[in-house]
Nanobody, 115 residues
Framework: QVQLVESGGGLVQPGGSLRLSCKAS????????MGWYRQAPGKQRELVAS??TVHAESVQGRFTTSRDNDKMLYLHMSALKFEDTAIYYC??????????????WGQGTQVTVSS
């Protein structure tokens, strides 16, 4: 069993900043990946960033990720824009060997950018 809990979302004005946190717990071995996704209303879920890599071109230069040894992943968001409004999800994939992989998602945290 692997669980994820996200926190840190909220309402922010354009140009503002937020930090999202994702705490992983459970049977997590050393071989795992974590990432942040987001889903805006009417759009498909997209990969925003994985550990130490920002994937979405729309947020490069504004979002960064960091982690600590306690299986915490952070998404640091700055210069937020209206189009960053979405539910942000944390995802983890844990490899247990012999092709066995467990994937878990967090419950999501709402980020709303509005004036």
């Amino acid at each position: 069993q692997v669980q994820l809990v996200e926190s840190g979302g909220g309402l922010v004005q354009p140009g503002g900043s937020l930090r999202l946190s994702c705490k992983a717990s459970g049977n997590i071995l050393s071989n795992y990946t974590m990432g942040w996704y987001r889903q805006a209303p009417g759009k498909q879920r997209e990969l925003v960033a994985s550990i130490m890599t920002v994937h979405a071109e729309s947020v490069q230069g504004r979002f960064t990720t960091s982690r600590d040894n306690d299986k915490m992943l952070y998404l640091h968001m700055s210069a937020l824009k209206f189009e960053d409004t979405a539910i942000y999800y944390c995802k983890i994939e844990v490899e247990y060997g012999l092709g066995s992989t467990v994937t878990a998602w967090g419950q999501g945290t709402q980020v709303t950018v509005s004036s």
